[in-house]
C-alpha cells in the first residue's frame, strides 16, 4: 500500500516508528498514549510531532470513529512541556521557542480537526499544556486520583496555549481566573463540579468508563457528530485563532527573560521560586548580562558575574 492510499485509508500504526507515544487502532476506536512515564509524560519536541502524526492518522482511518488520548502509567496524563529540553533549548537560543510553539499549534488543530469524537482519559496529573490537551478534547473521564493545575503564572510562563483561552468557556470566567493565577491544584471531584471533566471513576473503572463512552460515541450518526462538533469548536477556534499567533511570539520574546530563567532554574534545582527576590529586581537597574546566562556574585563588589568568568568584569578581583 502506497503512502498516498494510506493518507485516504490510515496506516498500520507500527508503520510509523513512534518513539514517544504508543499508537494503537483497536475496532473502532484509536488510542494514542504519551509514553514517557519517567518525565510524568511531558511533551517535547518530537513527542508534539508524533501525537500530530497520529492525530492525522486517526482522522483518516474511516474505521476509527473515536480517538482516545491518554497518558502512560497511573501517575501523570501529562504535565506540559518538558523543562529540561525548554532550559536546553529555549533558554539560550530563544527564538528556538517559535519553532517548538509552531509544532505545538499544530498539535492542537489537528486534535480540534480530527472530525470524530476524542476522549481524554485522565489517569494522573494534569498540569500545564496537559490541561491544555485535555480540554482540547471533548469529554474527559478521571480518576478519582487525578489533580488538575495550571503552573504559569508560579513558573515563569503564560498558559496562553489554550487555558487562557478555552478555561473561561468550559468553568467560567472567576473558576478560570483562580486557576490561572493562583496556580493551585484542584482535585478531580472538583473538577466534575466545575464542568472540567464529565466523570470521575475509581482507577480501577478507568477503562471500562471510557470503553463504555466510546460504544455510545460509535452508536451515533459519524457525518452529523463531524457536523456538531464543528458547531460546538466555534468559540474555542475563536478564541485561538484570534489570541495563539500573538501568544506564540509573546513567549518566544520572554523565552530569556528573569523571570522565565528563574522558573528553569528552581525546577532544574528542586527548588521553591525565589518570588520576593524577583520581584526585587523589577525595582533595580537591568543587570550586565542576560538573565539565561547562569550568575554569581563576585566576592569583592558584588556585582553578578557569569559562572563562566575567572575575574570580574566590574572590579577586575579573581572570583573564587
Not at 470513529?65 to 496524563?77: H, K, L, Q, S, V
Not at 488538575?148 to 496562553?160: C, H, K, Y
Request: aromatic letters at 8%; one cysteine or more.
Amino acid at each position: 500500500m502506497g503512502q498516498t492510499e494510506t493518507y485516504w485509508t490510515g496506516a498500520p500504526t507500527d508503520s510509523f516508528g513512534f518513539q514517544r507515544i504508543l499508537y494503537a487502532k483497536t475496532g473502532y476506536t484509536a488510542t494514542i498514549t504519551i509514553n514517557r512515564q519517567e518525565v510524568l509524560n511531558c511533551f517535547d519536541l518530537q513527542t508534539l510531532l508524533e501525537l500530530a502524526a497520529a492525530f492525522q492518522d486517526a482522522s483518516n482511518d474511516d474505521n476509527v470513529a473515536c480517538a482516545i488520548i491518554t497518558g502512560a502509567g497511573d501517575r501523570a496524563f501529562c504535565t506540559g512541556a518538558d523543562l529540561r529540553e525548554q532550559e536546553e533549548r529555549t533558554l539560550k537560543k530563544p527564538n528556538d521557542y517559535h519553532k517548538w510553539m509552531y509544532a505545538f499549534i499544530e498539535m492542537h488543530d489537528r486534535l480540534r480537526n480530527i472530525g470524530k469524537p476524542t476522549i481524554a482519559r485522565l489517569n494522573g496529573m494534569v498540569v500545564g499544556g496537559g490541561n491544555e490537551l485535555n480540554m482540547a478534547c471533548d469529554l474527559a473521564v478521571a480518576a478519582d486520583h487525578v489533580t488538575i493545575r495550571q503552573v504559569g503564572a508560579a513558573r515563569g510562563s503564560v498558559a496562553a496555549g489554550g487555558a487562557t483561552q478555552w478555561l473561561p468557556l468550559i468553568i467560567g470566567d472567576r473558576r478560570a481566573r483562580e486557576m490561572l493565577l493562583l496556580c493551585e491544584p484542584i482535585d478531580a471531584y472538583t473538577a466534575l463540579d466545575w464542568g472540567l471533566v464529565n466523570q470521575v471513576v475509581p482507577a480501577s473503572m478507568l477503562d471500562q468508563a471510557v470503553a463504555e463512552l466510546a460504544e455510545k460515541l460509535y452508536n451515533k450518526l459519524p457525518e452529523c457528530s463531524r457536523y456538531t462538533k464543528q458547531q460546538l469548536n466555534f468559540w474555542r477556534d475563536f478564541s485561538w485563532s484570534m489570541t495563539i499567533g500573538h501568544a506564540r511570539d509573546w513567549l518566544t520574546l520572554h523565552a530569556g527573560a528573569s523571570e522565565t530563567a528563574e522558573g528553569l532554574r528552581s525546577f532544574r534545582r528542586k527548588a521553591e521560586m525565589p518570588y520576593e527576590k524577583i520581584r526585587g529586581q523589577a525595582k533595580a537597574p537591568a543587570e550586565p548580562f542576560g538573565p539565561a546566562v547562569d550568575l554569581r556574585e563576585c566576592g569583592s563588589c558584588q556585582a553578578s558575574q557569569p559562572t563562566t568568568f575567572k575575574f570580574c568584569g566590574n572590579c577586575g578581583q579573581t572570583l573564587s
